[in-house]
C-alpha cells in the first residue's frame, strides 16, 4: 500500500456525492495529473491534424481530475502521458464508432469506420496516429503493447457487429458490454501504466475474481452517462436509441427513466460487493502475491476513479464544458482550487477543494464558469504563466554550490592589492570583484566537467553533486549575468572588456582540450601563450577593469603583471598537482595524469626526452589513460619517477623561481612609478611561493 504513496495521493470518497456507487473503496487522484492534460492534448492535436475536428471530450476534468489520473492512479509517471493519449484517442475514436455503419471491411485495428470516408486523408491520418502509438508503446514495453493491440482489435470488432445487436437480459448484455465499453483495453493499459505483466496462468486464476470488476464498471458508465446519452439519442428523429442498460431496464420490465436507473444501480452494487469479496477470499486462500495484490488494488482505484470522474466530467455534462482543444485544464483545476482557497482557511484546502464538487449546482459551477472566461485565451496565453514563480534557487544551486566550497580568496586578495594603485572607490572595486568571481566560479565548473574531474578544493565537483546538465546551465548563467552586471559598471567599454577576455579564455582551453584529446603535445611557447589565454585571461580581466583610468605606462606594467600572475598560478597548480600533499589531499594523487592533462611538467619532459626509451613509456602510459579514462596507481607512481628522473619537475620549479623574479621586477618597477609600495601584493607572493 505504501508504493501507492509514490505515485498518487488518498482522498476521501466520502466527500464525493457517488449517487450510491463506490461503497467501500478507496478513491486516489495521480500527483502527476499534468501529464495526462498534456497526453490528452497531444493526441486532440494530432487528431485535428490528421483526421479532422475534435469536438467531443475525453479524459479531462479540471475539477474531480482526468480520467486516467483518477481511475489509473498507479501509473508510473513516465508512462502516464502515452496511457492518457491513447485513452484520448479511444475517447474520439469510440465517438466515431458510435455512428459507424455495419461494415466489418474497415474494422483492422485502430480504424474509425465511416469515418474513413467522411473525412479527407482521415484513413492515412488514423494510420499515423496508430503508428505513433505502437512505436510509443513497443519501444516503452513490447510485451504489453502486444496485450494491448490484441485486446483493441477484439473490442473494435465486437464494437461494430454488434452495435445494432438486441440483448435479451443483463448477463447476455454484460458479455457485449464488457468488451464494448473498453474494459479489457482498460486493464491492459493499466498493466502497462504498472509496467506488470500477467502470465497466462495468472490471467487464468484472476479471470473469476475480475468478472465483477469489469460487470460494474460496465454498469456504473451506463448510468453515469445515461443522461447524456439519452439527451443525443432525442436530437434528431433518425438518431439511434443508446445502447445503455438504462434504456434496456425499460424495455425489459417496461418501467420508467428513474425506476430502470435505481434497478441499474443496485446491480452496479451487488456486483461491486461482488469484486470485493471475491477479491476478500483470493487473498486469504494464499495464491496472492504482491504483484497480484497491486493489480488488484489497481482495478479498485479504477472502480472509485470512473464513478468520481463521471460525476463531473464535460464528456457526459454540457454545463460544465468549455473549449477542449486549448489545453486549459491545469489552468482551469488551479484556478478552481485557488477560488476555493480564498473561501477556505488554508489548512482546509484541500477538503474545500473536494467539498466543492458536491454542490454542482451552486456556487461550485459559477466559480468553474468563471475559471473558463479567465482561462479562455489564446494558446499561446494559456502556456504563459501568469506570474513568475519558477525562482533562481534550482538553476543556481550548483554555482551557489562551487563558490561555498573552502577557498583561500587569493583573488580577493589580488583585487585588493592592485587598487592599492588603481584608487577604485569600494562601491566600484566589489563590483568588479563579483564580476571577476563570478566568472572564475563559472570557469571552475566548466573546468571539472571537461576535465572530468571528480573533486574541488577536497569535495565533490558540482557537476559530481547535480550532474552534468544542470552544472553547464548553471555556469551558462553566471557568465550571462557577469556580462550584465559589467553593464552596470562606470567604466567605459566594460561589456567589450569582459566579452574580449572571456573569447581568449576560451580560446586558450579549446587547445588545452584539444591537446587532450589528441595526445599532440605543445611546444613550450605555445604551452605559455595557452596559459595565458585562459588562466591569464581572468587576472587580465580584473586588471583592465581596475586600470582604465590609469596612465598608459602604469596600465601596460599592471596588465603585463597580472598576465605573469595568471601563468605563474597554472604552473605553480600543474607542479603542485603531481608533489603536494596538500593538493592530493584536495584533488586526489597526480589527478592531471588521471585526466589526461598535457601539464607544464609533461610538457617539458616530452619535448626534452624526445622519442627514448622513457619518453615512449610515458606516452604509452598517458595512451591507456584515453582507453581507461583514468590511471592506476603503479602508473601514476611510473609517470612521476620518470618526470623526477628527467629533472621535468626541478625545471618547472625553475621557472617558477624565475617568474617570481620576473613578477617582483615588475611589482618594484610600478612601485617606483606610483611612488606607492604594496605590501599586501608582495605579501601575496610570498605566501604563494614555491
Known amino acids: 500500500m505504501e508504493m501507492d504513496n509514490d505515485t498518487s495521493e488518498l482522498l476521501d470518497i466520502s466527500r464525493y456525492d457517488t449517487q450510491g456507487f463506490g461503497h467501500g473503496y478507496t478513491l486516489r487522484r495521480h500527483k502527476a495529473e499534468r501529464l495526462a492534460n498534456a497526453g490528452c492534448y497531444e493526441a486532440r492535436q494530432d487528431w485535428i491534424q490528421y483526421i479532422g475536428p475534435a469536438e467531443e471530450f475525453g479524459n479531462c476534468n479540471p475539477i474531480n481530475g482526468n480520467f486516467v489520473a483518477v481511475a489509473l492512479p498507479l501509473t508510473k509517471p513516465e508512462r502516464l502521458r502515452l496511457v492518457a493519449y491513447i485513452f484520448e484517442y479511444a475517447f474520439l475514436h469510440d465517438s466515431v464508432v458510435e455512428v459507424a455503419k455495419d461494415d466489418a471491411k474497415h474494422n483492422d485495428a485502430f480504424s474509425l469506420g465511416d469515418m474513413e470516408t467522411s473525412h479527407q486523408n482521415a484513413k492515412l491520418g488514423r494510420k499515423q496516429i496508430q503508428a505513433k502509438i505502437m512505436l510509443q508503446l513497443t519501444q516503452t514495453d513490447p510485451v504489453s503493447a502486444k496485450r494491448i493491440m490484441g485486446v483493441w482489435q477484439t473490442m473494435l470488432e465486437t464494437t461494430i457487429k454488434d452495435k445494432s445487436k438486441s440483448f435479451a437480459n443483463l448477463e447476455e448484455y454484460l458479455k457485449f458490454r464488457e468488451i464494448d465499453a473498453g474494459t479489457r483495453l482498460t486493464e491492459s493499459l493499466m498493466l502497462f501504466g504498472l509496467g506488470e505483466t500477467l502470465t497466462n496462468e495468472e490471467d487464468s486464476l484472476l479471470a473469476p475474481i475480475i468478472h465483477p470488476c469489469y460487470a460494474c464498471l460496465c454498469l456504473a458508465n451506463d448510468y453515469l452517462s445515461f443522461d447524456h446519452e439519452w439527451a443525443e439519442s432525442l436530437s434528431s428523429p433518425d438518431a439511434p436509441k443508446p445502447i445503455n442498460a438504462v434504456w434496456l431496464y425499460m424495455q425489459w420490465q417496461n418501467v420508467d427513466t428513474a425506476t430502470a436507473k435505481r434497478l441499474v444501480r443496485e446491480a452496479t452494487n451487488r456486483l461491486e460487493a461482488e469484486f470485493l469479496e471475491r477479491w476478500r477470499k483470493f487473498r486469504e486462500s494464499g495464491k496472492s502475491n504482491d504483484k497480484l495484490e497491486r493489480y488488484l488494488r489497481g482495478l479498485s482505484y479504477l472502480v472509485s476513479g470512473n464513478v468520481v470522474w463521471s460525476l ?216 605559455l601563450e595557452m596559459v595565458a589565454k585562459k588562466t591569464g585571461g581572468l587576472f587580465l580581466l580584473l586588471s583592465r577593469l581596475m586600470s582604465e583610468h590609469m596612465p598608459k605606462e602604469v596600465r601596460f606594467l599592471v596588465n603585463d603583471l597580472v598576465i605573469q600572475v595568471g601563468i605563474y598560478f597554472q604552473i605553480r597548480d600543474d607542479y603542485r598537482g603531481l608533489s603536494s600533499d596538500e593538493y592530493t589531499a584536495q584533488k586526489g594523487f597526480c589527478e592531471d595524469l588521471d585526466e589526461g592533462k598535457l601539464s607544464f611538467p609533461l610538457v617539458h619532459y616530452l619535448n626534452t626526452e624526445g622519442h627514448s626509451s622513457n619518453s615512449q613509456q610515458v606516452r604509452e602510459v598517458l595512451q591507456e589513460r584515453q582507453q581507461r579514462g583514468s590511471l592506476s596507481m603503479p602508473l601514476k607512481l611510473l609517470t612521476l619517477q620518470r618526470l623526477k628522473s628527467s629533472n621535468s619537475l626541478e625545471y618547472t620549479r625553475d621557472t617558477l623561481k624565475r617568474l617570481e623574479r620576473g613578477v617582483d621586477a615588475t611589482i618594484e618597477e610600478l612601485e617606483r612609478l606610483t611612488g606607492r609600495k604594496n605590501w599586501v601584493l608582495r605579501m601575496c607572493m610570498a605566501k604563494l611561493s614555491v
Open 312 to 527: 463531473n466530467c464535460p464528456r457526459y455534462h454540457e454545463e460544465w464544458r468549455y473549449e477542449p482543444n486549448e489545453g486549459l485544464e491545469d489552468g482551469l483545476t488551479a484556478e478552481w482550487r485557488r477560488g476555493l482557497a480564498l473561501a477556505a482557511d488554508q489548512a482546509e484546502v484541500e477538503d474545500a477543494f473536494v467539498d466543492g464538487v458536491e454542490d454542482m449546482e451552486g456556487n461550485g459551477m459559477e466559480e468553474f464558469k468563471e475559471a473558463v472566461e479567465r482561462e479562455k485565451v489564446s494558446l499561446d496565453s494559456v502556456v504563459l504563466p501568469r506570474e513568475e514563480k519558477l525562482g533562481m534557487e534550482i538553476v543556481n544551486a550548483p554555482f551557489e554550490y562551487t563558490r561555498s566550497l573552502p577557498s583561500k580568496n587569493v583573488r580577493g586578495t589580488f583585487v585588493d592589492a592592485l587598487n592599492l594603485w588603481a584608487g577604485l572607490p569600494e562601491e566600484v572595486l566589489a563590483q568588479i570583484k563579483e564580476v571577476v568571481d563570478d566568472l572564475h566560479t563559472a570557469s571552475l565548473m566548466f573546468d571539472d566537467v571537461e576535465d572530468g574531474s571528480e573533486l574541488r578544493r577536497g569535495n565533490p565537483a558540482a557537476h559530481a553533486v547535480f550532474g552534468i546538465p544542470q552544472t553547464i546551465n548553471a555556469a551558462s548563467l553566471a557568465i550571462l549575468e557577469a556580462v550584465r552586471k559589467a553593464k552596470d559598471l562606470p567604466i567605459a567599454g566594460a561589456v567589450d572588456i569582459v566579452l574580449e577576455q572571456l573569447r581568449d579564455l576560451h580560446v586558450g582551453q579549446s587547445y588545452d582540450l584539444y591537446w587532450t584529446r589528441h595526445m599532440s603535445c605543445p611546444s613550450e611557447s605555445e604551452y
